[in-house]
């Protein structure tokens, strides 16, 4: 929108410009005056000021791609949590309109719930709790491939985004998970329960809708 309005703000002004010139007759002004004081060397003014508008507008080319890198670097940044390094729901948004553009997307997701992180937080504080789900995410990383991409949507509830997984293998997967903590060396991670359910998509789908369908499958 800010683009559009700078355009039609810049092609007023030219039109604007051209107009006054046809007006007042300025190109032929300016040649007069240039030549009425040739001896200061004036005409050689337009020249200079021809080069200067080159240089300035390769000077903004190249301040604008400085502009375009430290956006994407920050639009990266805010894709991920600074301190678990684990993708946020931005990441989500971002990941399904990437692959609402493939012609024959097949993507799976597995919705894994952590039940019992409030009594944890209740009987153990704030500190342990989030011990017990940094442990939860590595035991959870643990069972992933480099290309499986975990996307923390709240406390103790995250999406893990499968790319080329089946809906076998995904529910697979999503059974495997649901025994992490079995394994898990502190107590009271043993004691939570871990759910999980998974969905995979072939077409395009939106957010909520993918969220709906993980958490009908996940109550079933």
């Not at 394994?183 to 909520?208: F, N, P």
Request: charge should be negative; aromatic fraction near 8%.
């Amino acid at each position: 929108m800010r683009t559009r309005i700078d355009l039609i703000i810049i092609a007023i002004v030219a039109v604007s410009s051209f107009v006054i010139s046809i007006q007042f007759d300025l190109s032929e002004a300016i040649y007069h005056f240039s030549r009425k004081y040739e001896y200061i060397e004036l005409d050689e003014l337009l020249p200079s000021l021809f080069i200067v508008s080159i240089t300035f507008g390769y000077f903004s080319f190249r301040r604008w791609l400085d502009v375009r890198f430290l956006s994407h670097l920050l639009e990266e940044l805010v894709l991920t949590c600074p301190i678990t390094h684990i993708a946020n729901r931005r990441a989500l948004q971002r990941l399904l309109e990437q692959i609402n553009k493939e012609q024959t997307p097949q993507h799976s997701f597995i919705l894994v719930s952590v039940v019992g992180i409030e009594e944890v937080r209740k009987k153990y504080g704030s500190v342990t709790t989030e011990q017990v789900l940094i442990e939860v995410l590595y035991l959870l990383s643990k069972e992933l491939t480099d290309e499986q991409l975990i996307i923390s949507m709240q406390i103790g509830q995250f999406i893990i985004h499968a790319p080329n997984l089946n809906f076998m293998n995904a529910h697979t997967l999503a059974q495997r998970l649901k025994e992490i903590h079995v394994s898990a060396r502190h107590q009271c991670i043993r004691e939570l329960k871990i759910t999980s359910a998974s969905y995979s998509i072939s077409d395009t789908i939106t957010e909520e809708d993918l969220l709906e369908r993980l958490e009908d499958n996940l109550s079933m």
